[in-house]
């Protein structure tokens, strides 16, 4: 996977796999997003740049928070993928790749801490003023821009402590659950992996029977998260991740939910399925050596039944 190491781009590093487990390495940039730079990406968003790439479910649920609290129209976006020959590439003719001097997200990185030691992870909301990384957090961007945004409250204080409890077991058990069980190089890893992502999955499923959204009527940060990995569930978990027991669509309320956010205004159109099946397969995990791509499953994400 490779990774910075004191500046210095390391393509044979990676500190994730131990003893053939995949072990998610947290973001290890520190968030510089004060009341000072929270005001000024309420008033000129302009100023500050979003990296994100199509394929990875983290950087999607901060494309998705941008256009419900209503900033994508205002918030340039640098789009990054292609083979992670040293990491995340940034892709021609953004607002950042454009003169040609910045190719690689690593580069943003060491702009910002020329000594840097760890991943380069996406998203980064960055400061084009001052060419430095104010957070390279997803939930800390979310968060930011919940707070400048228009739009519903995605973590209504009586309700934040109980979000973020969710939004962690979500990603404990489904959102991480289902790379721990495609990344596996153990059996016993995988299968355990497997099981997590299912039984979180059955929960969901309840939870879901009889409301839109996962706390009633209310469109929160926890259904963001979610829908980011439940639309490429079917596309990669089931297949090249290996989580085959069951698809989403076989999921009646999980389905529901799915295609439901899907056909909100704006989110179709953060969603780019041959940039995700080409990140996952081509990138994450060592099984395909080939590099052979996967169809996009035929699946009608205009269906509305039952909506």
């Not at 930011?144 to 204080?157: E, K, R, S």
Request: aromatic share 10%; net charge negative; proline share 5%.
């Amino acid at each position: 996977m490779g990774m910075l190491i004191d500046g210095i781009w390391d393509a044979s590093s990676d500190r994730s796999m131990q003893n053939g487990t995949y072990r998610r390495e947290s973001s290890a940039m520190p968030t510089q997003l004060d009341a000072d730079m929270l005001d000024a990406l309420g008033t000129d968003p302009s100023r500050f740049v979003l990296i994100a790439s199509a394929s990875c479910p983290w950087s999607h649920g901060t494309v998705l928070a941008s256009v419900v609290k209503g900033l994508a129209d205002r918030l340039p976006v640098q789009w990054a993928g292609g083979a992670r020959i040293e990491g995340y590439a940034l892709l021609p003719k953004g607002p950042i790749s454009a003169d040609g001097t910045m190719r690689h997200a690593h580069q943003l990185y060491t702009r910002t801490d020329p000594h840097f030691t760890g991943r380069t992870t996406v998203p980064i909301l960055w400061d084009a003023r001052t060419g430095q990384i104010l957070s390279n957090s997803s939930g800390d961007i979310i968060e930011a821009f919940d707070q400048v945004g228009t739009g519903p409250d995605l973590f209504p204080q009586a309700m934040r402590a109980d979000i973020n409890a969710l939004t962690l077991e979500i990603f404990d058990g489904l959102s991480n659950a289902v790379y721990r069980a495609g990344k596996a190089q153990r059996q016993d890893e995988y299968d355990e992996a497997v099981n997590c992502v299912f039984e979180t999955m059955a929960w969901l499923e309840e939870r879901l029977s009889d409301q839109p959204f996962l706390f009633g009527e209310q469109l929160t940060g926890a259904d963001i998260r979610l829908f980011a990995t439940l639309v490429r569930f079917d596309t990669v978990y089931a297949t090249h991740f290996r989580c085959t027991r069951k698809r989403l669509v076989d999921h009646l309320a999980l389905w529901r939910f799915t295609r439901r956010f899907y056909q909100m205004p704006g989110i179709r159109q953060t969603i780019d399925f041959e940039e995700i099946r080409f990140g996952y397969y081509v990138n994450d995990g060592s099984h395909n050596p080939f590099g052979i791509i996967g169809q996009q499953p035929t699946i009608d994400w205009g269906d509305t039944a039952g909506l």
